[in-house]
């Protein structure tokens, strides 16, 4: 069977189509504006140049309490909504900027609705500068979420159809990477039920989530930042052994230091 790329961009537009119709619903929005509650609170603490958020869950960008200047949204699929951001059509494994540029990246849901999550991460710590931060977002699937998606995911609708990734596990990856885990937190222990007002009866499930089981919220946010790998200083060993060299006198082996001399 041949699959045409023509045929699996109509497939990826369907699909973005779909999520995004999720988030702007009563359940997605719900959703959406807690995670702009937990990414406001950490952006204004993020300082630099470049700010660059992959993917969008709806018409506003997470990126608006930054105090970065230069803002920019890269996404798979055209969008001629430029408005107030620098808008970037790309792949998420190879962004066309330059390494070492950005001072913060988001991440929105993008490593569990894509096919390469290590290379979407490897591509981010290359485009960060030394010491820049990521912010990602994901569901949890230890959580009544991950539970829902269980039974759900055979109708392959969003968010259900989605690789839920682990805390655990994404922090693994980050660290093979050299990211040092600044902060986490889990939030949303309320169920993923479609009636709004029944939602709002729950909301007593929150405080109370947060207290006796906080392992367990629907989403999480993850802060990391790239270290810098320090070079090892061999330039004092050089200037040591070029004088010895120059002097006439020999280092002793390890062996005649240890008496099998």
């Known amino acids: 069977m041949t699959v045409h790329t023509e045929d699996l961009a109509d497939e990826r537009v369907l699909f973005k189509a779909r999520l995004l119709q999720w988030f702007a619903g009563g359940l997605g929005a719900s959703v959406l504006k807690a995670e702009k509650t937990r990414i406001a609170r950490v952006l204004p603490t993020l ?5 660059m958020q992959l993917g969008s869950l709806g018409k506003d960008h997470l990126l608006a309490s930054s105090r970065i200047n230069h803002k920019i949204i890269a996404m798979r699929i055209q969008d001629r909504d430029s408005r107030d951001i620098d808008r ?10 330059a390494s070492e540029s950005t001072d913060v990246v988001v991440l929105p849901h993008v490593l569990e609705f894509e096919s390469q999550p290590h ?3 490897r591509e981010t710590e290359r485009v960060l500068i030394g010491e820049g931060h990521v912010v990602i977002t994901g569901f949890n699937p230890w959580s009544l979420w991950g539970l829902w998606r269980l039974f759900l995911a055979w109708r392959e609708q969003p968010p259900w159809s989605g690789r ?10 980050l660290s093979l990477l050299d990211f040092e885990i600044i902060e986490t937190e889990r939030f949303y222990f309320r169920p993923p ?13 929150e405080p109370l989530g947060r ?8 989403m999480y946010m993850l802060v990391a930042k790239k270290r810098v790998i320090p070079l090892t200083p ?4 050089w200037q040591t052994r070029r004088h010895m060299i120059a002097s006439g006198i020999v280092e002793p082996s390890a062996r005649f230091l240890a008496g099998d001399g």
């Open 47 to 51: 300082f630099g140049y470049h700010i």
């Open 88 to 97: 970037l059509c790309c792949m998420y494994t190879s962004i066309p900027i």
């Open 119 to 121: 290379q979407i991460l």
């Open 164 to 173: 839920y990734i682990g805390l655990n596990r994404l922090k693994d990856w």
């Open 193 to 205: 039920l479609n009636n709004s007002r029944l939602m709002q009866r729950l909301g007593f499930m």
């Open 211 to 218: 207290y006796c089981w906080p392992y367990f919220g629907g």
């Open 234 to 237: 061999i330039k004092m060993q």
